[in-house]
């Protein structure tokens, strides 16, 4: 079982920052892909970016390549979301989510755990 708490959203102007931040529990934090997620009103929930268990790879959703960057520390497990020059289209809850095996993907369903999500309000 793994416990998801994120933190750091809240309001920014558009071109701004915000660090979310994704605390696990559990032993085997790094045998696991991270991933976040966001849904916006309206929306069904998408894929922003994620990262691998042990080999830290990363993937992107298009329209966030070159703004946000995730990264992940496996000794505190934790994983977190740099995301720049913000777009009012970016406000959305954001969603930290793991999955068992270490690779990522896409679609939602392959995640096993969840955190409760975390507001970011880009203001234009």
């Known amino acids: 079982q793994v416990q998801l708490v994120e933190s750091g959203g809240g309001l920014v102007q558009a071109g701004g920052s915000v660090r979310l931040s994704c605390a696990a529990s559990g032993r085997t934090f790094n045998s696991y892909a991270m991933g976040w997620f966001r849904q916006a009103p309206g929306n069904e929930r998408e894929f922003v970016a994620g990262i691998s268990g042990r080999a830290g790879s990363t993937y992107y959703a298009d329209s966030v390549k070159g703004r946000f960057t995730i990264s992940r520390d496996n000794a505190k497990n934790t994983v977190n979301l740099q995301m720049n020059s913000l777009k009012p289209e970016d406000t959305a809850v954001y969603y930290c989510?793991?999955?068992?095996?270490?690779?990522?993907?896409?679609?939602?369903?392959?995640?096993?755990?969840w955190g409760q999500g975390t507001q970011v309000t880009v203001s234009s």
């Open positions: 989510a793991a999955r068992s095996g270490g690779f990522v993907y896409s679609e939602e369903y392959k995640y096993d755990y």
